[in-house]
DNA sequence: ATTGGCTATATTGTAAACATTATGGTGGTC
DNA sequence: GACCACCATAATGTTTACAATATAGCCAAT
């Protein structure tokens, strides 16, 4: 038996009125609860590469259910931030060697067109936008590491926000993420992507609508960030397996 | 009760040594056949923007089930291929004119890189391969509309596989697709993407190593392409309704 | 005759139970 | 004492059924 339509407490459409088809309310999965929270939590390095997101875990974490979840991780997969491998689960995306070079090569394309086109098109209110994060960065505490590190990342986006393409700064953003996960994973795990000084002097040639010389200074500010990383394999505490199995191989062909 | 572990009939692992943990078959849902399915199927112009993307039916033309359907979708949806509306179901995905606009600068700048880098790397393989493809275009059916639209579509992911970065080459597929998608969304639904006499030109300038004449040459051709799009939103058959409003509008008007 | 609300149907979204697969521990055997 | 096979457990993947929502058709009322 239904009740009667006029009782219905769940009107959820303020305005269903006709003649607007699509745009009603696209909101994509990028606006979840969960994408976000793992997306912050790798961009903060909380989350390091390889480590396990466990479907229960994450659910009971986040107050949801499985089904939730598991559509959350299949978009980060699609967007190559996570690895899902059947029957073993979800794990933040570890870059090959060869990976994260093509990515920092994409990541110069990108960001040195983006950077160009931010001076193009630098108005009044971008000038404002930009100063407010440059002194955000400048006063910002320090010893906050996980503020930090959400503060340089934010710079770039804002970079990729002033070239007024959404397309391209959708682009960029993936790519941070992905240079944030291939650093972690052939530097220090902890360490940050950007290094600080970098960025006042790039926001300051923007500001001075030097579109060449702030491309330059992003280039370089990019390659700096590449030359820190070197092809080491063996980490301290994942894909030890490689390492030990290589180790036990050797021993097998010396001892028997 | 349980069957003994031995009378398994399903060893679908043929070598489960254990040793290398995670490049066992990390097969992306990239080459899942729904998902391949409906992006040829996109990029051949089958399937038009705005076209309803059913559960059910999709479950039925690809003998399949619901969940597996549900699955390629949101993978599309993460790339921005379709759309999905909450309790409305899955659409091909339509871009606004901003939208379609960004696309093709985003274009520009990615694949002007790629054919930079192509002409770079060029080596006795690409030439192999590149020739081997300007003979398959000359040579094509014109006829055979399908065989066309994929061809011409190939070139271009030819020369960003020969740039020699995967991470550009997957963000300029994905790229092509949204083209693809604006053009039919802007011009006629069933028009090609390219010009054919475009490409032997740009074929020929790579394959002569000169750099700068193939980037301004690639940049001619997508400039082009843009060129012919026009920011009409009232199409003949899909989103008639706008159209149908605005003309009962002005009857209104008038005959009121 | 047209507009408004109501009902029936089809489609999408979700939850729970079930099957399958990896993993860690245990006992047996050489 | 070490290695191998087996079993128990936990996690993922899938099926099933159910609930909620939108769409289309119908009837009544003006």
């Known amino acids: 038996m239904k009740r009667a339509r006029s009782l219905k407490r769940k009107p959820k459409r303020p305005e269903p009125k006709r003649g607007e088809p699509e745009p009603l309310d696209p909101r994509s999965i990028d606006d979840d609860p969960v994408v976000q929270g793992i997306l912050t939590a790798i961009s903060q390095k909380r989350l390091k590469p390889g480590a396990k997101l466990g479907e229960d875990k994450l659910a009971a974490a986040f107050g949801t259910t499985r089904i939730h979840i598991r559509q959350a991780l299949a978009h980060l997969a699609s967007r190559k931030v996570v690895m899902q491998i059947p029957n073993r689960g979800a794990f933040v995306y570890r870059p090959s060697w060869e990976e994260a070079q093509d990515i920092f090569a994409a990541r110069r394309i990108l960001e040195t067109a983006t950077v160009g086109a931010a001076v193009d098109r630098l108005d009044k209110f971008g ?23 959400s503060l340089t990342a934010e710079f770039h986006i804002l970079v990729a926000k002033l070239a ?21 994973t052939f530097e220090q795990p902890g360490e940050p992507d950007c290094s600080p000084e970098a960025h ?57």
Do not use: C, Y
């Open 164 to 184: 007024g393409n959404r397309v391209l700064l959708d682009m960029s953003r993936e790519l941070m993420l992905r240079t944030s996960l291939a650093i972690a």
């Open 200 to 256: 006042p002097d790039i926001g300051a040639l923007i500001l001075a609508r030097d579109k060449a010389g702030a491309i330059q200074a992003m280039r370089h500010h990019l390659e700096e960030m590449e030359q820190r990383i070197k092809p080491q394999e063996d980490k301290d505490e994942v894909d030890e397996l490689t390492a030990i199995f290589q180790e036990i191989g050797a021993r097998a062909r010396a001892g028997g």
């Open 127 to 149: 000038k404002t936008e930009l100063k407010a994060h440059m002194e955000l960065e400048a006063r910002h505490d320090r010893n906050d590491r996980w503020a930090s590190l």
